[in-house]
């Protein structure tokens, strides 16, 4: 599992989920710009997560990434 903020000192996270779109690997993007997130769409995400909107949007995310665990696990 990733967790990728958008706004990182040398690269910007949209840049890495490109270098990584082929790795199959659940992508979860961090950003207090929630507007980018319709620019995401290509990497399919699993989530986007809102800063301002943290703990709402990871009990959100919590029970929906413990699912796709748990069925890609068994």
């Known amino acids: 599992v990733l967790?990728?903020?958008?706004?990182?000192?040398?690269?910007?996270?949209?840049t890495v989920l490109d270098k990584l779109k082929d790795f199959p690997i659940i992508?979860?993007?961090?950003?207090?710009?929630s507007h980018i997130c319709f620019n995401t769409y290509q990497y399919k995400l699993f989530w986007f997560v809102r800063k301002q909107y943290l703990e709402t949007d990871l009990?959100?995310?919590?029970?929906?990434?413990?699912n796709e665990l748990y069925n890609n696990i068994i």
Do not use: A, Q, R, T
């Open 59 to 66: 009990e959100m995310l919590i029970p929906y990434l413990e």
């Open 3 to 14: 967790f990728l903020d958008y706004d990182l000192p040398y690269i910007d996270g949209i």
């Open 27 to 33: 992508k979860i993007m961090v950003s207090n710009y």
